[in-house]
């Protein structure tokens, strides 16, 4: 396996719904990242896990809280967002911090009416 | 701060070469990235560059030099297919952190 999975593919929320975002890879990578990527726009980093513990997190505002149960699972919960967290939010994995390429997945496209 | 330049869109025949240039200021360096990224697509990994130089991979070949803070990928043969978005991205930290800083991308048109 090979591959980077996210579910769900797309998700429609309200501001006051609570929902998560999904990520799994069976690569044995040890560092997990979550990134957002708004249309036309490069990625932009927001958390960055590395052997389940957090390791970065570029000033994400709370309402986005991740989660790492297990080194082959990376959660990104949402709670009261904002119309304008609207994106493409991508996961991506590496074996190790200190290595070249990142993996990503095919991305879950967030609506937030 | 953080700077990384990219040309927004260029445009290609099918069967040619084109060259796709990146600049950057960042505090810090430890290597240079090329993404490939279809429209509503994840972005895939091109190739990789620390130290100044060509590194070819089959029709994809990417220069660095430091000194200049400049990298360009280059694009041979070219296909319909390689119609996408370039991202140039630069890890400005020491490799432990291994934080991708990315440009704003280059939107190639391959035209038959």
């Known amino acids: 396996d090979t591959e980077v999975t996210q579910t769900p593919k797309h998700l429609v929320m309200g501001m006051t719904n609570k929902k998560s975002l999904k990520c799994e890879q069976h690569?044995?990578?040890?560092?997990m990242y979550w990134y957002k990527q708004k249309a036309k726009k490069p990625p932009e980093l927001m958390f960055v896990?590395?052997?389940?513990?957090?390791?970065i997190n570029e000033s994400v505002p709370s309402r986005f809280s991740p989660e790492c149960p297990n080194s082959s699972l990376l959660n990104l919960h949402l709670h009261a967002l904002q119309p304008e967290d609207s994106a493409l939010y991508l996961c991506?994995?590496?074996?190790?911090?200190?290595?070249?390429?990142?993996?990503f997945g095919p991305g879950t496209r967030l609506t937030v009416l | 701060g953080q700077n990384i330049d990219q040309p927004t869109e260029m445009t290609a025949t099918e069967g040619a070469i084109v060259q796709i240039n990146c600049t950057y200021q960042t505090s810090g360096f430890n290597g240079l990235f090329w993404y490939q990224q279809h429209a509503g697509e994840a972005p895939t990994f091109l190739s990789y560059n620390v130290l100044d130089g060509l590194e070819e991979k089959g029709r994809f070949s990417s220069f660095l030099s430091r000194s200049k803070g400049y990298s360009y990928l280059l694009l041979k043969e070219l296909q319909m297919k390689d119609s996408a978005s370039y991202l140039c991205?630069?890890?400005?930290?020491?490799?432990?952190?291994?934080?991708?800083?990315f440009g704003t991308g280059t939107l190639l048109a391959v035209q038959p």
């Open positions: 690569m044995g990578h040890r560092a």
């Open positions: 896990y590395s052997y389940e513990k957090l390791s």
């Open positions: 991205a630069v890890r400005g930290y020491g490799g432990a952190t291994n934080k991708l800083i």
């Open positions: 991506a994995s590496s074996q190790r911090l200190a290595n070249n390429e990142q993996f």
